[in-house]
Nanobody, 119 residues
């Protein structure tokens, strides 16, 4: 239905910045809320930030004030600006989209992009 492709990850020193992008394709008109989740080795996937179609945002306490989520509704493209990065931000970052489907709600996930922050 909807495919998501993340980009923008990489290796950065502590204190640095990265900007992640998520580009959807397919039935993008079905996309409602979007978000970024992350998963560090040996840990469960956790929410980093979400944004509604209307632009309301929600952040995990651990990234509040350092990360900014935004979206271009014309393109349904999602961004995550990450500043003041810390080694504990090292994880694989996944894009998520909540979908409106004929049978109800669904969701789509990207393959993820790796972010590594060195100390």
């Amino acid at each position: 239905q909807v495919q998501l492709v993340e980009s923008g990850g990489g290796l950065v020193q502590a204190g640095g910045s990265l900007r992640l992008s998520c580009t959807p394709s397919g039935f993008i008109f079905r996309i409602n809320d979007m978000g970024w989740y992350r998963q560090a080795p040996g840990k469960q996937r956790e929410l980093a930030a979400t944004i509604t179609k209307g632009g309301s945002t929600n952040y995990a306490d651990s990234v509040q004030g350092r990360f900014t989520i935004s979206r271009d509704n014309a393109k349904n493209t999602l961004y995550l600006q990450m500043n003041s990065l810390k080694p504990e931000d090292t994880a694989r970052y996944y894009c998520n989209a909540v979908l409106s489907l004929p049978g109800g709600r669904g969701e789509s996930w990207g393959q993820g992009t790796q972010v590594t922050v060195s100390s």
